[in-house]
């Protein structure tokens, strides 16, 4: 099973604060069986949450959380309609997040998927695609991303 499909990229998204979108990613992650237990994946981003933002700056979010209750490694992509406070390391609200799920048996995995993403966001060519790419394009670069 691919970490990413296009079921798991919704550029659409329109939830108000940043719980709701917890709750959202942690929904999707259930419907696409990608997680035994929606609730333990939004407690699990929360907690995460908790102990420092995931808000890495230029309106981007990587929440992330390695679970009991998820079943492989998966990335959801989502755009935001409106920003959301985030309490970002740049102050500025986010309007695109990258959301990992990694089973808790994996924390190498977790490590690798977050530090081969954190090195592209220095990159404006990655981050213009994940804030106006299609579904298509974000699809493609995040695999490749995920799979160097």
Do not use: C
Not at 27 to 54: H, P, V, Y
Not at 66 to 72: C, L, Q, R, T, Y
Request: proline share 4%; no cysteine; hydrophobic share 40%.
């Amino acid at each position: 099973m691919p970490m990413i499909d296009k079921n798991l990229i919704n550029l659409e998204v329109n939830v108000a604060t940043q719980k709701e979108m917890f709750h959202y990613l942690a929904d999707l992650a259930f419907q696409e069986d990608r997680a035994k237990d929606s609730a333990a994946i939004e407690q699990g981003l929360n907690e995460r949450e908790a102990e420092s933002t995931t808000g890495f700056g230029k309106h981007i979010a990587i929440p992330h959380t390695k679970n009991s209750a998820v079943k492989e490694p998966t990335v959801i992509m989502v755009r935001n309609q409106e920003p959301l406070e985030w309490d970002s390391l740049d102050g500025q609200p986010v309007e695109t997040i990258i959301n990992l799920l990694v089973p808790d048996d994996q924390s190498d995995t977790h490590l690798k998927m977050l530090a081969k993403l954190s090195r592209q966001m220095m990159h404006a060519d990655f981050t213009d695609v994940l804030k106006t790419g299609t579904k298509e394009e974000i699809l493609t670069m995040l695999t490749k991303v995920l799979s160097d």
